[in-house]
């Protein structure tokens, strides 16, 4: 089954503890993307990689970290997690130019 | 920056009418994508419109696009309750490789 998959789905963290939310999908799309969702701001970019080792800021990139490593996997990395990054996030993947796959979601909230 | 503005914000009706959404953007774009989500899930694809297509369809929805006025619209017939959700438009602007969503539209489809 085509999807895109992340983990974990929820997550309670305290300020300044590293965390990493996986990514990965199983269509071999060039392009992948992370996302944040808040109330009244509906989605903003955070990052976004056109390919292996190709990645670029989106909108709000402050306070993340991704890599691309592999073509299937596009890991968010918080090196120091801060109560305004507590938001809804979710990945997607397409092919350039064509319509987005998007995972569950991760809840994350930072105390 | 937020490309897409949804109007209006929300929108109740009832099952068997139509719902029509509408949303404006702000610079040139290859194409311009409808999502929906239902609440605090992932983003489903809708349809995609390019920028030299001015009208197209899918089952009960259609979305036309006017680039002369950077506006489209999503109309939805014979809603029914299972209708209910967030929808968003995304525009792929010309010049980036982003995909730059709205705020979006909650819809309330009453049985």
């Known amino acids: 089954e085509a999807q895109v998959t992340q983990n974990p789905r929820y997550l309670i963290t305290v300020t300044g503890k590293k965390l990493t939310v996986t990514c990965s999908q199983n269509m071999n799309h060039e392009y992948m993307s992370w996302y944040r969702q808040d109330p009244g701001l509906g989605l903003r970019q955070i990052y976004y990689?056109?390919?292996?080792?190709?990645?670029d800021k989106g909108d709000v990139p402050e306070g993340y970290k991704v890599s691309r490593k592999e073509k299937r996997n596009f890991p968010l990395i918080l090196e120091s997690p801060s109560p305004n990054q507590t938001s809804l996030y979710f990945c997607a993947s397409s092919f350039p130019g064509r319509e987005q796959y998007f995972g569950p979601g991760t809840r994350l909230t930072v105390t | 920056s937020q490309q897409g503005e949804e109007d209006p914000q929300a929108l109740s009706i009832q099952e068997g009418e139509n719902a029509t959404m509408n949303c404006s953007y702000k610079?040139?774009?290859?194409?311009l994508q409808w999502y929906r989500q239902n609440s605090g899930r992932g983003l489903v694809h809708l349809i995609l419109?390019?920028?030299?297509?001015r009208e197209k369809h899918s089952g009960r929805l259609r979305v036309t696009l006017d680039t002369s006025k950077k506006s489209s619209s999503l109309l939805i017939t014979a809603s029914r309750a299972a209708d209910t959700a967030s929808y968003f438009c995304?525009?792929?602007?010309?010049?980036?490789?982003?995909?730059?969503f709205g705020t979006g539209t909650r819809l309330q489809v009453f049985p």
């Open positions: 610079t040139s774009i290859n194409n």
């Open positions: 995304a525009t792929d602007a010309l010049d980036t490789d982003k995909l730059i």
């Open positions: 990689s056109m390919n292996v080792e190709v990645t």
């Open positions: 419109i390019r920028s030299n297509e």
